[in-house]
């Protein structure tokens, strides 16, 4: 009878021990680089707060999954070209990405990135150009119906900056500034809304070259925009 009454405990534990979280923690240099990553389940992290992944080299393709809550994502980018995907599916996940963080290879010339959310307070930051202005960047963001609370700071500093902000939710927030060389074709933001409430900073630079596209839909907004030439 003991031993029954110990392996029934022991099924118990393995039922009721909560599952581990997936950690992992990117370091390559090279020529150029393919990754793909799925993680799903909570609390999983690529990089933390202290320790960023990284990427070193001319091309960076980088494709992450992440499924479940409460998942971080911190990846920085030093290279001349960097395309990539992020889908994020829960809520309060926490995404820091850097394109261009200083390394002698670093320049992020040509960016096309895309994020895509469905769920609740994310907080995405992500600073393209930070030491050496891209010469074209491509950039998506995109919450899908329902995605509410949610930050998103974006600053990108490039020739050619495309930015388009597209959310469906409410009391999301928004701190966007692209600054950096206008003309010929810079300085260009596209801003989606739909949904209840907004909070919406934009800030653009100059010099000359300011474009701006906007559609907002709900309520409650307040959103400032300061365009310098």
Known sequence: MKTIT???????????????????????????????????GENNTIGNSTTASASTGA??????????DSNVIKYQINGASYTGVINLVGN???????????????????????INFTGSSQNIDL?????????GADVDLVGQSGSDSNTIAATID???????????GDTN???LDIDG???????????????GIADVDIVQSGTNDNMLNLTT??????????QRD
């Open 92 to 114: 309060s996940n926490d995404v820091d990405l850097n394109c261009d963080s200083g390394n002698n290879n670093s320049s992020c010339g040509s960016v096309n990135a895309v």
């Open 6 to 40: 110990n392996f029934i405990m022991f099924i118990m534990f393995l039922v009721m021990s909560p599952s581990f979280a997936n950690d992992i923690y990117v370091t390559q240099s090279g020529a150029s680089l393919t990754l793909d990553i799925l993680q799903d």
């Open 158 to 168: 490039g020739t050619s900056a495309i930015l388009t902000i597209t959310v469906n």
């Open 181 to 195: 060389n206008g003309d010929v074709n810079g300085h260009t933001l596209i801003h989606s809304h739909t949904g």
């Open 127 to 135: 600073d393209i150009g930070e030491t050496a202005a891209a010469t």
């Open 217 to 226: 839909s709900g309520d409650n907004h307040n959103i400032d925009i300061i």
């Open 59 to 68: 091309t960076t393709n980088l494709n992450i999954d992440q499924v479940g």
């Open 173 to 175: 927030n928004y701190l």
